[in-house]
């Protein structure tokens, strides 16, 4: 006496495509990050603005990357010493005075987050939800 399964190629072709809804759903959710935090960030000069990526998508993860001071601006740095190399000097010119120094401090400034605010934010804009039931939907 046997036993078959009804169904069962319906079955695989659904669970195959619960295992790929991720990555549909991870670049819109980068999309919509790399949107907002273009939204939130200070903006000075814009191009931490626009470095603002989507740099990967991989079956587990979506990164997001930009310029590298976004992460100052971010997290606000903290009050800390600037001293030159060597026996080098730091020069800066401040209303049209050339300075020369080896050693400044720098007062920091407070924070600006946009980072996790963009990232929550996007994640509420793309539920997975309806993205799941699509696909299963449509493999069968």
């Known amino acids: 006496m046997s ?6 190629n319906e079955l695989r ?5 619960i295992k790929e809804v991720w990555r549909p759903v ?17 903006v000075r000069s814009g191009r931490l603005r626009r470095s603002f990526r989507v740099t ?10 930009g310029h590298f001071t976004g992460y100052f601006v ?3 740095p903290k009050p800390h010493d600037i001293t030159a190399k ?4 730091l020069i800066f010119h401040v209303k049209g005075k050339t300075i020369f120094t ?23 804009r793309n ?9 299963w939907n449509k493999a069968a």
């Open 74 to 76: 971010d997290a606000g």
């Open 102 to 124: 080896r050693k400044v401090h720098s007062r920091g400034y407070r924070a600006r987050p946009f980072r996790k605010r963009a990232a929550e934010e996007a994640l509420r």
């Open 127 to 135: 539920p997975m939800a309806q993205e799941l039931i699509d696909l």
């Open 3 to 8: 036993s078959r399964l009804q169904g069962a």
């Open 26 to 42: 991870a670049r819109k959710w980068g999309k919509t990050d790399v949107e907002l935090m273009r939204t939130k960030v200070p």
């Open 56 to 65: 990967s998508v991989s079956g587990k993860k979506v990164r997001v990357g």
């Open 13 to 17: 072709a659904r669970l195959k495509a």
């Open 86 to 89: 060597g026996r080098g000097e």
